[in-house]
T-cell receptor, first 114, second 115 residues
Framework: AQSVTQLDSQVPVFEEAPVELRCNYSSSVSVYLFWYVQYPNQGLQLLLKYLSGSTLVKGINGFEAEFNKSQTSFHLRKPSVHISDTAEYFCAVSDTGSFQKLVFGTGTRLLVSP | GAVVSQHPSRVICKSGTSVKIECRSLDFQATTMFWYRQFPKKSLMLMATSNEGSKATYEQGVEKDKFLINHASLTLSTLTVTSAHPEDSSFYIC???????????FGPGTRLLVL
């Protein structure tokens, strides 16, 4: 069975500072990896995804993530955050065999302050 | 990107009544849709997979007689919470895969409050 660990439940950061949100997964099979963002009382919006190919994936809003197979990680980064990036961020994994069934981490709340 | 809508966005109902939530794929067809439940400050838990033209597949621990799912067309899936109780209060989100299916698009969610 797959699982996703987001160790940081909340990450406070100042505006224009860099940020990294950590995600580790466990799976015995090949995986697809995703980062979603959720604004208050809204559904999830896809930030980026890793399916295959280059391990560095660029997404929307200036975010990027790097797939590290040896460390089973898929950390999300942004070099300079904005106030508007304040939201909940979810890492998710699916195996390439049953790729439609996503397993989510518990989420990391990014709090950007001026 | 693809658009998935949900209706209603918020619903308040009395205990014992049934509530229907609709999930629509607006600009693509979806033979499969997914229903998730999200508790406050928690992650999304997959409840069931909705399959167009056939029965839904429920995750372990989800009562299929309580959470009725109907996937009547390629663009519509409905979740009916039957005989709702306060513990059913939650945020319900649907999603649908598009293209080759690796990516899911999520609806905006439905906030259910059972009094």
């Amino acid at each position: 069975a797959q699982s996703v660990t987001q160790l940081d439940s909340q990450v406070p950061v100042f505006e224009e500072a860099p940020v990294e949100l950590r995600c580790n997964y466990s799976s015995s099979v090949s995986v697809y990896l995703f980062w979603y963002v959720q604004y208050p009382n809204q559904g999830l919006q896809l930030l980026l995804k890793y399916l295959s190919g280059s391990t560095l994936v660029k997404g929307i809003n200036g975010f990027e993530a790097e797939f590290n197979k040896s460390q089973t990680s898929f950390h999300l980064r942004k070099p300079s955050v904005h106030i508007s990036d304040t939201a909940e961020y979810f890492c998710a994994v699916s195996d390439t065999g049953s790729f439609q069934k996503l397993v989510f981490g518990t989420g990391t709340r990014l709090l950007v302050s001026p | 990107g693809a658009v998935v809508s949900q209706h209603p966005s918020r619903v308040i109902c009395k205990s014992g009544t049934s509530v229907k939530i609709e999930c629509r794929s607006l600009d693509f067809q979806a033979t499969t849709m997914f229903w998730y439940r999200q508790f406050p400050k928690k992650s999304l838990m997959l409840m069931a997979t909705s399959n167009e033209g056939s029965k839904a597949t429920y995750e372990q621990g989800v009562e299929k007689d309580k959470f009725l799912i109907n996937h009547a067309s390629l663009t519509l899936s409905t979740l009916t919470v039957t005989s709702a109780h306060p513990e059913d209060s939650s945020f319900y989100i649907c999603s649908a895969p598009t293209g080759t299916g690796e990516t899911q698009y999520f609806g905006p969610g439905t906030r259910l409050l059972v009094l």
